[in-house]
C-alpha cells in the first residue's frame, strides 16, 4: 500500500519562509499527480499548489508567486517551498497524490505563521 509522510512544518514569523516534504512510500510507479492541501478549522480543504505531468504546476491563487512546487531527486518525492508567509497561511498541510492504486492522503504537518 502507498502511504505519505510529511515533514517541515512548525512555527515561523511572518515574512518568514518554510519549506515542507512529502515522500511517498510502497509505490511501484511515478504518480499521476501529487501536490498539497491546507485545512484550517471550519474552513473546506482547498489545494495549495499540485504537480501535473506534462503540465505547469497549478497554484491556489493566494499562493502564487510565493509558494513553489518541485519534485526531488528522489521519485515520489516533492517539496512545497513556501516564502513571505503570512498569518492566513497557517493551517494543516497535507500531501496528496494519485497513483494506479489510487488517491492517498498523508497525516498533515501543522505550520503556524505568528509572531
Known amino acids: 500500500q502507498v502511504q505519505l509522510a510529511e515533514s517541515g512544518g512548525g512555527l515561523v514569523q511572518p515574512g518568514g519562509s518554510l519549506r515542507l516534504s512529502c515522500a511517498a512510500s510502497?509505490?511501484?510507479?511515478?504518480?499521476?499527480?501529487m501536490g498539497w492541501y491546507r485545512q484550517v478549522p471550519g474552513k473546506e480543504r482547498e489545494l495549495v499548489a499540485v504537480?501535473?505531468?506534462?503540465?505547469?504546476?497549478k497554484y491556489a491563487d493566494s499562493v502564487r508567486g510565493r509558494f513553489t512546487i518541485s519534485e526531488d531527486n528522489v521519485p515520489n518525492k516533492v517539496t512545497l517551498q513556501m516564502h513571505s508567509l503570512k498569518q492566513e497561511d497557517s493551517a494543516v498541510y497535507y500531501c496528496n497524490g494519485r497513483w494506479d492504486t489510487g488517491e492517498y492522503w498523508g497525516q498533515g504537518t501543522e505550520v503556524t505563521v505568528s509572531s
Open positions: 510502497g509505490t511501484r510507479f511515478l504518480f499521476y499527480n
Open positions: 504537480i501535473i505531468p506534462g503540465s505547469p504546476a
